[in-house]
Nanobody
Framework: QVQLVESGGELVQAGGSLRLSCAASGRAFGTFTMGWFRQAPGKEREFVASISWTGLTTYYADSVKGRFTISRDNAKNTVYLQMASLKPEDTAVYYC?????????????????WGQGTQVTVSS
């Protein structure tokens, strides 16, 4: 079993930056693909970014490409999402997810474990 705990969400002005963190329990963290998703009110949960267990392969949603960076520190069992040039449309609850596979994917249904989410609000 893996438990994920997100942190770092807060209210920020448009154009600002935030770094989200996701701390994972369990010794198998280094073998999991990790992902970040987000869900805005009234909308479905959507893919933001994913990273392979080595950290060498990353994928991004087109809407965040060039602004967000996903990274991981396997020694600390932590994955990060560095967000820059934030826009009001980035406002959402951000979720960390883990997948028992070495292949990153954008498919929300292929992730096995989820955190409780952290709120990011971008004011205009």
């Amino acid at each position: 079993q893996v438990q994920l705990v997100e942190s770092g969400g807060e209210l920020v002005q448009a154009g600002g930056s935030l770094r989200l963190s996701c701390a994972a329990s369990g010794r198998a963290f280094g073998t999991f693909t990790m992902g970040w998703f987000r869900q805005a009110p009234g909308k479905e949960r959507e893919f933001v970014a994913s990273i392979s267990w080595t950290g060498l392969t990353t994928y991004y949603a087109d809407s965040v490409k060039g602004r967000f960076t996903i990274s991981r520190d396997n020694a600390k069992n932590t994955v990060y999402l560095q967000m820059a040039s934030l826009k009001p449309e980035d406002t959402a609850v951000y979720y960390c997810a883990a997948r028992r596979s070495s292949a990153p994917t954008m498919d929300v249904s292929r992730y096995d474990y989820w955190g409780q989410g952290t709120q990011v609000t971008v004011s205009s």
